[in-house]
């Protein structure tokens, strides 16, 4: 499923409860289990459905310089 990636983007990650007495976050796992490719992994950034929420197009291309998003 991910030929071709460059690097992993993730957004913000609301209302997505962890399990009680975890020691880690969402963010935290999927960084984990995303390091294992090898790829830059981007976090926190306004896609998603936050109040601040930059469209993001699956399949297209972006760049990212210097923490913002073109």
Do not use: K
């Not at 975890?22 to 960084?31: G, P, R, Y």
């Not at 830059?40 to 469209?55: A, K």
């Amino acid at each position: 499923a991910f030929d071709g990636a460059r690097a992993f983007v993730l957004g913000q990650f609301t209302r997505c409860p962890i399990p009680d007495g975890a020691d880690f976050t969402l963010e935290q796992m999927l960084v984990d289990v995303l390091g294992g490719f090898g790829l830059p992994i981007y976090s926190g950034l306004p896609i998603g459905h936050e109040h601040r929420n930059i469209t993001w197009q699956y399949g297209n291309q972006a760049a990212i310089e210097n923490s913002s998003i073109r």
